[in-house]
Nanobody, 121 residues
Framework: VQLQASGGGLVQAGDSLRLSCAASGRTIVGYAMAWFRQAPGKEREFVATIGWRGGTTYYADSVKGRFTISRDNAKTMVYLQMNSLKPEDTAVYYC???????????????WGQGTLVTVSS
């Protein structure tokens, strides 16, 4: 599975942004999809994940209630709607895929190249 994330940019605190992840090479049916992020000087951290049917989602506590992960299997797309953005959300955001649902980056074999989100105060 090849993944390409897009939609990042520079926004102000309190704004919203929607990230997209386009999958190609094969269907994403049967694959859990996830978003991770890496802030400068920090380790990559889990943001959200969604089961292949779309009915199961998990979020990091830091984004719960503000971010929503969704998917469109027919379009092989995954989205991350980010509302009420904070400066601490500034990071490179990566989408990832694999057969099992998890919150560890080591559970995902397929990764996109990342898209930068910068939130100014």
């Amino acid at each position: 599975v090849q993944l390409q994330a897009s939609g990042g940019g520079l926004v102000q605190a309190g704004d919203s942004l929607r990230l997209s992840c386009a999958a190609s090479g094969r269907t994403i049916v049967g694959y859990a999809m996830a978003w991770f992020r890496q802030a400068p000087g920090k380790e990559r951290e889990f943001v959200a994940t969604i089961g292949w049917r779309g009915g199961t989602t998990y979020y990091a506590d830091s984004v719960k209630g503000r971010f929503t992960i969704s998917r469109d299997n027919a379009k092989t797309m995954v989205y991350l709607q980010m509302n009420s953005l904070k400066p601490e959300d500034t990071a490179v955001y990566y989408c990832a895929a694999d057969r099992t649902l998890g919150s560890s980056q080591y559970e995902y074999r397929y990764w996109g190249q990342g898209t930068l989100v910068t939130v100014s105060s």
